[in-house]
Structure formats: structure tokens, C-alpha cells
């Protein structure tokens, strides 16, 4: 089963607007990341936030981690068109195998 | 190489037929990684090879799919008696070993069972 919840399921915002997607999960955590797909296709890592962590940063990006909630934000600011995507949040357990495990994913649409 | 490869990079087959999927991780990356996605769906976790331990196998829809990896490196999924529901795009991605590492993703495999 989906260890990650994305909410919402699908967004759609004017260029230069920030979009908001959250992430929820269900067990204990290492660490969560967010990766992108293009087109269906292969992802691309985003950013990793340890479970230690609250908030990191990574140019238009901005992650939140809420461990007590199990809860994730990412952030994107001042959006543009190619900022068009899937995004994916996606979490490794604190226990037994360390494998990646993803959530349903947030379409999102940028009109420019 | 530089990045995951996997091939081919679209594969129609009839029903019935066996079809085997390659992974090429990157060098070094213990991890090797497979998943399923149906159009406009999430990722469905298929399988995970760590090293020398055993795989979690425990994504694997049904006996009809298997995996491989050789020497550590490379990888293969096998799916036997194709069958319409698993047409998808079927992605591989690579780790290095350690809880803070991401993944790197191949462009994936497209299957189309007619």
C-alpha cells in the first residue's frame, strides 16, 4: 500500500502565484523527499528533509515537516509555466529495509 | 554511466507473451529499485534490492512477475503471460546504501499489452 497521501490531487494556479501541496504518511520516518515527473516519466529528485529537521530550503522550494502530525508541505514560489508537473512526496522508514516509498502524487498545472 | 538507463524504452506485446525489462543503475548504487505506474497514477512499489540481501519482494502483483539482479548491477523484470491490465510504465531507480540518499530514475520502460 501508498505509505504517502498528496493533497490535493490535482492544482492549477496563474504564473507567479505559490502553490502548496502537502503530504501525509502513516508510520515513523528517516526522512521524506519530494521528487518531480515530466510527462510521465522518469522523477527527478526535489529536496530530502531528515526527520530531525522542520523546514529546509532549495531556491523557489520550501519543505515543511510536521513528525508529530505526519505531515509535509512543499512550497513553490512565484510559479512559473514549467513548473507544470507531477509531484511526488516520498518517505523511508525508520525501520528495516531503507527503501523509498511514494505517495499518489499532486498534478500541477501553471498557466502562464 | 551517467544515469539509470532502462530498456527498451517502449515494448508492445501480445497477450500471453513473456516480456523482460532491463535496469542499468548507476555504478555503485547499491539500491535498485522497481515500480509501476499506470497512466496518471501514483508509483506501485514492485520490488527493492539492497546489496547482498534478500529483495523485498513484497510488491509484486502476482507469481507471474519476477526479478533479477546479477552481480549487483543490473537488473531484470520479468512479467510471463502478459496481460492487458499490466500495460504501464514500468520505472527502475538506483540508491547509494544509507537512509539519506535519494533516488535517481531511469526514463522507464512503456508496456502496452494488445
Known amino acids: 500500500s501508498q505509505q504517502g497521501e498528496e493533497d490535493p490531487q490535482a492544482l492549477s494556479i496563474q504564473e507567479g502565484e505559490n502553490a502548496t501541496m502537502n503530504c501525509s504518511y502513516k508510520?515513523?520516518?528517516?526522512?521524506l523527499q519530494w521528487y518531480r515527473q515530466n510527462s510521465g516519466r522518469g522523477l527527478v529528485h526535489l529536496i530530502l528533509?531528515?526527520?530531525?529537521?522542520r523546514e529546509k530550503h532549495s531556491g523557489r522550494l520550501r519543505v515543511t515537516l510536521d513528525t508529530s502530525k505526519k505531515s509535509s508541505s512543499l512550497l513553490i514560489t512565484a510559479s512559473r509555466a514549467a513548473d507544470t508537473a507531477s509531484y511526488f512526496c516520498?518517505?523511508?522508514?525508520?525501520?528495516?529495509?531503507?527503501?523509498?516509498?511514494f505517495g499518489t502524487g499532486t498534478k500541477l498545472q501553471v498557466i502562464p | 554511466g551517467a544515469g539509470v538507463s532502462q530498456s527498451p524504452s517502449n515494448k508492445v506485446t501480445e497477450k500471453g507473451k513473456d516480456v523482460e525489462l532491463r535496469c542499468d543503475p548507476i555504478?555503485?548504487?547499491?539500491?535498485l529499485y522497481w515500480y509501476r505506474q499506470s497512466l496518471g497514477q501514483g508509483l506501485e512499489f514492485l520490488i527493492y534490492?539492497?546489496?547482498?540481501?534478500?529483495?523485498?519482494k513484497s510488491g509484486l502483483p502476482s507469481d507471474r512477475f519476477s526479478a533479477e539482479r546479477t552481480g549487483g548491477s543490473v537488473s531484470t523484470l520479468t512479467i510471463q503471460r502478459t496481460q492487458q491490465e499490466d500495460s504501464a510504465v514500468y520505472l527502475c531507480?538506483?540508491?547509494?546504501?544509507?537512509?539519506?540518499?535519494?533516488?535517481?530514475f531511469g526514463q522507464g520502460t512503456r508496456l502496452t499489452v494488445v
Open positions: 531507480a538506483s540508491s547509494l546504501y544509507g537512509t539519506n540518499t535519494e533516488a535517481f
Open positions: 508510520t515513523s520516518i528517516n526522512n
Open positions: 528533509i531528515r526527520s530531525n529537521e
Open positions: 516520498a518517505t523511508v522508514f525508520s525501520g528495516g529495509y531503507q527503501k523509498v516509498t
Open positions: 555504478s555503485g548504487h547499491t539500491a
Open positions: 534490492f539492497q546489496g547482498n540481501s534478500a529483495p523485498d
